[in-house]
């Protein structure tokens, strides 16, 4: 079995409000061929809002890697840019 490319969703209360409810659905927006590759799981919250004040939510973690400000279009360019070749 193939390790898959996790997608960490932060569904605290301020990632939830400032467009994290509408990254649940990020399975819908990733390509076709991304699907099977990739797993999406959810916390009720990540801390990145107290070690990064400077960066704004919500925020995601794809593999670890902290995404700020995330939405869809900013993590599936983040995927085909760090793992063009797994894909």
């Known amino acids: 079995m193939e390790k898959k490319i996790e997608i960490k969703l932060c569904i605290g209360t301020l990632c939830y409000v400032m467009g994290g409810a509408e990254l649940q659905l990020i399975?819908?927006?990733?390509?076709l061929e991304f699907r099977d590759?990739?797993?999406?799981?959810?916390?009720?919250c990540l801390n990145h809002c107290y070690k990064h004040k400077d960066k704004k939510p919500?925020?995601?973690?794809?593999?670890?890697e902290l995404i700020a400000g995330a939405n869809s279009i900013?993590?599936?360019?983040h995927i085909k840019q760090k793992y063009?070749?797994?894909?």
């Not at 399975?27 to 390509?31: G, H, I, T, V």
């Not at 919500?58 to 670890?64: A, L, R």
């Open 27 to 31: 399975q819908e927006d990733l390509p």
């Open 37 to 44: 590759k990739v797993k999406i799981v959810t916390s009720t």
């Open 58 to 64: 919500p925020f995601v973690e794809v593999n670890g």
């Open 74 to 77: 900013k993590i599936i360019n």
């Open 84 to 87: 063009s070749d797994v894909l």
